[in-house]
Nanobody, 128 residues
Framework: QVQLVESGGGLVQAGGSLRLSCAAS????????VGWFRQAPGKEREFVAA????????YTAPSVKDRFTISRDNAKNTVYLQMNSLKPEDTAVYYC?????????????????????WGQGTQVTVSS
């Protein structure tokens, strides 16, 4: 079992940057695929990015691919989401999620139901 805590959200002007962190408990965190999702008011939760346990393979939604980068530091039990060139439409609550499934063998890493563990979320607000 793993517990996740997001941090790093806040208010930023359009064009700015933020780095979100997802800190995890547990000694086997390196085995978990971790994803970032976001949910804007009145909208469904959507996939942003994911990284395989080893950190060698990442997946990023086309809508943010040129601006957001996911990475992880297994020594620190932390996954990051670097967000650059932020736009007002990036405003949302950002959640990290984790699961022991390997996306190479069970590929629905973009689906919320694929993940067993979720953090509480961190608010990102981008002003125009």
């Amino acid at each position: 079992q793993v517990q996740l805590v997001e941090s790093g959200g806040g208010l930023v002007q359009a064009g700015g940057s933020l780095r979100l962190s997802c800190a995890a408990s547990g000694r086997t965190f390196f085995r978990y695929t971790v994803g970032w999702f976001r949910q804007a008011p009145g909208k469904e939760r959507e996939f942003v990015a994911a990284v395989r346990g080893s950190g060698g393979i990442t997946y990023t939604a086309p809508s943010v691919k040129d601006r957001f980068t996911i990475s992880r530091d297994n020594a620190k039990n932390t996954v990051y989401l670097q967000m650059n060139s932020l736009k007002p439409e990036d405003t949302a609550v950002y959640y990290c999620a984790a699961d022991q499934k390997d996306p190479l063998s069970s590929g629905r890493y973009y689906y919320t139901g694929w993940y067993d563990y979720w953090g509480q979320g961190t608010q990102v607000t981008v002003s125009s």
